[in-house]
């Protein structure tokens, strides 16, 4: 299954930018910030600028607003250049940006409950926000 094609993702996704630290679980301690372009149960997208290899796993802190940072790990899905720089941080002389797919992990039945819950109340708002 796909999870990047959003008619076959099992998860509905949040376009909310949470705060997102993502480290190697390797060993090498090399600490990524970013923000999340969306989130869901399953998984997250962010837009780097450096590229990560696919199938690599991370160790994920991801900041929620008004809630407790949520800890797990993931592995690279996808990663491609960005064609554009629409939403994106203004690029580096030199710099390309890329976009991360992260697919979650070793999540037990409680945190993925959490997760959901937290996505499910992003996208309400996500709702609540384009009516207005």
Known sequence: MDMFDSDKRRFPRAHYPCS??????DGNQEVILAHTANIGAGGLCVHLNQKLVLDSCFEVS???PHSAS???KARVV?????PNTAGLPV????KDFYSVSLEFESMDEVKQATLLGI????IALN???KKK
């Open 78 to 82: 996808r990663c491609e250049e960005c």
């Open 70 to 72: 949520f800890q797990c």
């Open 91 to 94: 690029r580096q002389a030199g």
């Open 62 to 64: 991801i900041e929620f």
């Open 119 to 122: 996505v499910s109340d992003l």
């Open 20 to 25: 997102l630290t993502v480290w190697h679980q």
């Open 127 to 129: 709702e609540k926000n």
